[in-house]
């Protein structure tokens, strides 16, 4: 059984991934990096892909990841 991980991928405003490193504010720590800073964070699952909508805050999609961690396991539980 392939193990299913529920994470969050911060996310510029194009939608693009953002791996930089940035401040606790979400901007860029490298102003030189072409980093247009953290506009969403969309919560990615390995089995489903994009789960939801983008969150404008992680502060939001720290929770829509747990209950899509707990959705997971539900389902599990009932196979
Ligand atoms: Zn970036
Ligand atoms: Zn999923």
């Known amino acids: ?9 911060p996310q510029h405003a194009d939608f693009t991934k953002c791996e930089h490193e940035v401040k606790t504010s979400g901007r860029p720590r490298d102003p030189e990096s072409g980093c247009t800073g953290r ?17 404008y805050l992680k502060l939001f999609a720290d929770p829509a990841a747990i209950e899509h961690r707990q959705e997971h396991r539900a389902a599990l539980a009932t196979r």
Not at 1 to 9: D, F, G, Q
Not at 39 to 55: D, I, L, N, T
Request: net charge neutral; hydrophobic share 40%; aromatic share 4%.
């Open 39 to 55: 506009a969403q964070f969309q919560v990615v699952c390995s089995e489903h892909g994009a789960v939801g909508k983008p969150h």
């Open 1 to 9: 059984m392939a193990r299913i991980t529920v994470s969050i991928e």
